[in-house]
């Protein structure tokens, strides 16, 4: 069964900085990019980030390029988001994606697999 | 980037009813449109992969057409555990655009 747990959420001052980390299982996580998804209270999902399987490869939303670093550890099975020059609109619960096929993807698609979430709160 | 629109933003339904939800792209993006089921509180659930592809699970009440710029989600006899937000995400480049949402209420 394909677990994906995140981590490191809480509070963090604006300005601040935080790293969040997304333990994988259940699958053979070097095969898969990843992907970080987020969803400010009582809003939509913003696609944020992503990274290929073998981590030379990663993709922002304009909203966080330059402020977020993806990073993963395929011998850990981690998958990493480190958070700079937070910004209240940053404040959201961040999700963790497994990927896979984007078309024609027999049971194996991007988007099957969620984590649970983490809450970062960025406030003074 | 290319956008993605939602309509409508909110939908009133009952049980038992037909209800169609657009999904539309500023650019074709073929069939590369997933559909996503969140309830509340909880992350988001595939239900649709390449614009019409049921996944395994999810009920048959629940149907994807279309391709290039307009897409639709169809759920046939509305269930009371359907009450939720609906979204659209586009993949086929980054960034993987989600659109705005649309919650189905009673």
């Known amino acids: 069964e394909v677990q994906l747990v995140e981590s490191g959420g809480g509070l963090v001052q604006p300005g601040g900085a935080l790293r969040l980390s997304c333990s994988a299982s259940?699958?053979?996580?070097?095969?898969?990019?990843m992907h970080w998804v987020r969803q400010a209270p009582g809003k939509g999902l913003e696609y944020i980030s992503s990274i290929n399987s073998n981590g030379n490869k990663t993709f922002y939303a304009d909203s966080v390029k330059g402020r977020f670093t993806i990073s993963r550890n395929n011998s850990k099975n981690t998958l990493n988001i480190q958070m700079s020059s937070l910004r209240p609109e940053d404040t959201a619960v961040y999700y963790c994606v497994k990927g896979g096929g984007l078309a024609n993807c027999g049971g194996d698609c991007y988007g099957e697999s969620w984590g649970q979430g983490t809450l970062v709160t960025v406030s003074s | 980037d290319i956008q993605l629109t939602q309509s409508p933003s909110f939908l009133s339904a009952s049980v038992g009813d037909r209800v169609t939800i657009t999904c539309r792209a500023s650019?074709?993006?073929?069939?590369?449109l997933a559909w996503f089921q969140q309830r509340a509180g909880k992350a988001p659930n595939l239900l649709i992969s390449?614009?019409?592809t049921l996944q395994s699970g999810v009920p048959s009440r629940f149907s994807g057409s279309g391709s290039g710029t307009e897409f639709t989600l169809t759920i046939n006899s509305l269930q009371p555990e359907d009450f939720a937000t609906y979204y659209c995400?586009?993949?086929?480049?980054?960034?993987?655009?989600f659109g705005p949402g649309t919650k189905v209420e009673i």
């Open positions: 259940g699958f053979s996580f070097k095969k898969y990019a």
């Open positions: 995400q586009r993949l086929n480049n980054y960034p993987f655009t």
């Open positions: 650019q074709d993006i073929s069939r590369y």
């Open positions: 390449a614009a019409s």
